[in-house]
């Protein structure tokens, strides 16, 4: 049986062939390598997601102990930033003694990351028992004091005069602010 | 028309089975376009993402170690103003142990504390209770002590007492068991 | 450039259907770039669209979207007139509303009944139609280098149909479409009153065809002719008043090239003879209508071209010659072929 095809059929067919065969290149040189860069990089993105979350969690346990150590140590971080005041001192803890004098202080040395500042402190108390109770006070006070050698008692006539050297630390704090929470 | 008395009709390569060719491919290319180009933006997306979630590592990261540090720091300074404390505690121990450990007969005028010694002057009414009462605690806490003495007006020794510890150790007086 | 495109890749396929008493031919030509690829021609014994004309004509039109399918009107009711405008119409005895008409050379329209295009497209609507054509454009067609000259009549001569009209300095006087199968009263009629009205040069009828005879030889040896000497020695006798050179000489040749053909047709059977002479009735009738009327600006024809469609017989031509005294000069053509040049024209292919 003859079989003739005609010539609108002709290019009608060979147009379908083109297409289809565009349609197949298309499929297997930018669809198909495009679908396998999805799938990689979807799973980049999860695996990367995974490793943040891993360093969330982390950072957070980082900040809740930050955290609890800055409220811990609040006081004694204060202390650390405050500057020292000889008016302030007098002030507060006069009463200890019955006189009370302090040489204005200087700066001397650093120790690690701190400033240290000397302070010689002249004072008359009546009784040691009152030195024993500054010595308590200063452990509360405004600032970081070390009572330091060399320390004297001489008795003045009813009065014991008592010199001592104060070594007041202060931070030496590179302005850092604590960062925000992060999520 | 030149010579026809009727026009012709219009003819067209587009046939019905040509418009249902096209229209099939063009619903398969469009449906293929728009996937790939869902999948271009996809991979953008995917790769933007991630880009910004290894930023947001880094900056993680990095926070992470400045508080380190802030901690490091802060316990740095606990740690010295502790022993700071400590230190004062010790010292006002040492020196409500010292004045206890000087007897009611001994009268203290003088005491300076240094930081690997202790002198004290005073005054005595005689050598055996001094040797007794204040030299033997001494020698115990101190490991040298050098006495020397003055006689009074009144009978009694003026004494100077130095006392000084190894030169590796800070001056400690340690109640008396 | 698509246009160019599409002439590339797709033929044009040009179809034309002539329907004469008894039988259809189609013919079809299948073109690419302006040149014949391949040409067809059936007949078909019935003067109706039947399904085997429209899937012979269906094998050719599938090969390409443009196919263009042409049709020889053969209605009764048509003719030409010597006016374009439509209002001049009942001027020349039509009723202007019923007719489609087509203007030519702005000087002169064919018509048609209107119905009968409509009958036609709907008869044929199974493969329907592009083009209807009149067969006076056929004519003015074949004989286009001769109508600019002297007044002269042209006759398309059909199966059943003369197509007649009267040119002069190119312009149209006078035309009518002649029905063979309904006017074999009127032909006889005609001949009573040659009789009568015409002078003394028409003899009765059987010394017309003695005369015939003598006259056949006379003219068969001046056919037969082909030197300027024996033209000249056609200038001198004085029964052909006047002739067409040109004419002559295509006739001579044509004669040479069908001469065994020709000889065939020579022998007369009875039915070709008596359609010969019923045309030549027609001829003549229409004629004295033309002289006869007020209308058209008639002076004497001396010139007759006959565009000979089926193949006449040398009857017509003897009957013309003796008995009107016109030179009469008869061209044989392929009535497909001069449509499908119509149909080339009309689309513009070269």
Redesign the interface.
Same mark, same amino acid.
């Given at each position: 049986m003859k079989f003739k095809i005609s010539r609108?059929?002709l290019y009608?067919l060979f147009?379908?062939l083109f297409?289809f065969i565009v349609?197949i290149f298309? =499929?297997f040189f =930018?669809?198909i390598p495009?679908?396998k860069?999805?799938r990689a990089?979807?799973l =980049?993105?999860r695996v990367? @997601?995974i490793? @943040?979350q891993k360093?969330?969690n982390?950072?957070d346990e980082?900040?809740k102990?930050?955290k609890q150590?800055?409220s811990d140590?609040r006081r004694?971080?204060v =202390?650390?930033d405050t500057k020292f005041s000889v008016k302030k001192f007098k002030k507060n803890y006069q009463s200890y003694f019955h006189t009370l004098s302090i040489k204005p202080y200087k700066k001397v040395k650093k120790y690690? &990351?701190?400033t240290l500042y000397e302070v010689n402190a002249t004072s008359h108390i009546s009784t040691?028992k009152t030195?024993?109770k500054f010595? &308590?006070a200063?452990?509360k006070s405004d600032w970081?004091?070390?009572?330091?050698?060399?320390?004297?008692?001489?008795?003045e006539d009813e009065y014991i005069r008592s010199s001592f050297t104060m070594k007041v630390?202060h931070?030496k704090r590179v302005k850092?602010t604590?960062?925000l929470k992060?999520n | %028309?030149?010579?026809?008395?009727?026009?012709?009709?219009e003819?067209?390569?587009v046939?019905s089975?040509?418009k249902l060719?096209t229209s099939f491919?063009s619903v398969?290319?469009f449906m293929?376009f728009t996937?790939?180009g869902f999948?271009?933006y996809?991979?953008y997306s995917?790769?933007k993402?991630?880009k910004e979630?290894?930023y947001?590592?880094i900056?993680?990261?990095q926070?992470?170690f400045? %508080?380190?540090n802030?901690?490091a720091?802060?316990?740095?300074?606990?740690e010295?103003?502790t022993s700071?404390?400590t230190?004062?505690?010790v010292?006002?121990e040492s020196?409500?142990n010292l004045?206890d450990l000087v007897p009611e007969q001994i009268t203290?005028?003088?005491?300076?504390?240094?930081?690997n010694g202790l002198i004290l002057q005073g005054i005595t009414p005689n050598r055996d209770v001094y040797n007794f009462m204040l030299q033997a605690p001494l020698r115990s806490i101190f490991a040298q002590t050098y006495s020397s003495f003055y006689p009074a007006s009144n009978g009694w020794l003026f004494f100077v007492s130095k006392n000084y510890v190894d030169s590796n150790e800070t001056?400690i007086i340690n109640k008396e068991e | 450039m698509i246009a160019k495109l !599409?002439e590339l890749l797709?033929y044009k396929v040009l179809i034309n259907i002539i329907v004469s008493s008894r039988k259809t031919v189609i013919y079809v030509d299948v073109i690419s770039n302006a040149k014949s690829v391949k040409t067809a021609k059936k007949e078909f014994h019935t003067t109706v669209l039947t399904s085997e004309m429209v899937s012979f004509i269906n094998q050719y039109t599938a090969e390409s979207?443009?196919?263009?399918i042409?049709f020889l009107?053969n209605s009764k009711e048509q003719g030409a007139v010597p006016t374009c405008s439509r209002a001049k119409y009942g001027y020349y005895g039509l009723d202007e509303g019923f007719y +489609?008409?087509?203007c030519?050379q702005k000087t002169w329209s064919c018509y048609?009944s209107r119905e009968d *295009?409509y009958a036609v +497209?709907k008869a044929y609507n199974a493969i329907? !139609?592009?083009? *209807?054509?009149?067969p006076f *454009?056929v004519l003015s067609h074949i004989y286009k280098d001769k109508m600019g000259s002297t007044l002269s009549m042209y006759i398309l001569v059909e199966e059943n149909y003369l197509s007649l009209s009267i040119y002069e300095e190119g312009i149209l006087l006078f035309a009518q479409h002649l029905d063979l199968e309904n006017s074999q009263d009127t032909a006889e009629m005609v001949l009573d009153e040659g009789l009568e009205t015409q002078d003394d040069l028409i003899l009765d009828d059987s010394e017309e065809l003695l005369l015939d005879d003598d006259l056949g030889d006379e003219l068969e040896v001046l056919d037969d002719l082909g030197d300027l000497e024996d033209l000249d020695s056609l200038e001198d006798i004085d029964e052909f008043a006047t002739v067409d050179m040109e004419e002559e000489l295509l006739q001579e040749e044509e004669e040479l090239n069908t001469k065994d053909t020709n000889d065939s047709t020579d022998n007369l059977d009875g039915g070709e003879f008596n359609e010969d002479y019923q045309r030549f009735g027609l001829i003549q009738s229409s004629l004295k209508e033309f002289y006869s009327d007020d209308r058209y600006n008639s002076n004497f024809i001396e010139f007759v071209y006959i565009a000979d469609a089926i193949g006449v017989s040398k009857d017509l031509k003897h009957y013309l010659e003796e008995e009107m005294f016109l030179t009469v000069y008869v061209r044989k053509i392929e009535l497909h072929t001069i449509v499908n040049d !119509?149909v080339k024209? +009309?689309l513009g292919i070269k």
């Open positions: 609108q059929h009608l147009l379908s297409f349609v298309f =499929a =930018a669809l495009e679908g860069n999805y990089n979807k =980049a993105l990367e @997601k490793q @943040k360093y969330q982390f950072y980082v900040y102990k930050l150590l800055q140590n004694i971080i =202390a650390f690690n &990351d701190f040691p030195f024993y010595l &308590d200063l452990n970081i004091v070390e009572v330091n050698f060399p320390i004297e008692f001489k008795k630390y931070r850092e604590t960062p992060q | %028309m030149r010579y026809s008395y009727i026009r012709p009709r003819k067209t390569i046939t089975e040509f060719v491919f398969t290319f293929l996937t790939y999948l271009l996809k991979n995917f790769i993402n991630k979630v290894v947001e590592i900056d993680l990261n926070s992470i400045s %508080m380190r802030e901690i720091f802060i316990e740095n300074e606990k010295l103003a700071i404390f230190h004062n505690s010292l006002k020196i409500a004045f203290l005028s003088k005491a300076t504390l240094l930081k001056l | !599409l797709y979207p443009f196919f263009y042409a009107d +489609e008409s087509v030519l048609t *295009i +497209e329907g !139609l592009d083009f *209807i054509f009149s *454009i !119509l024209r +009309e």
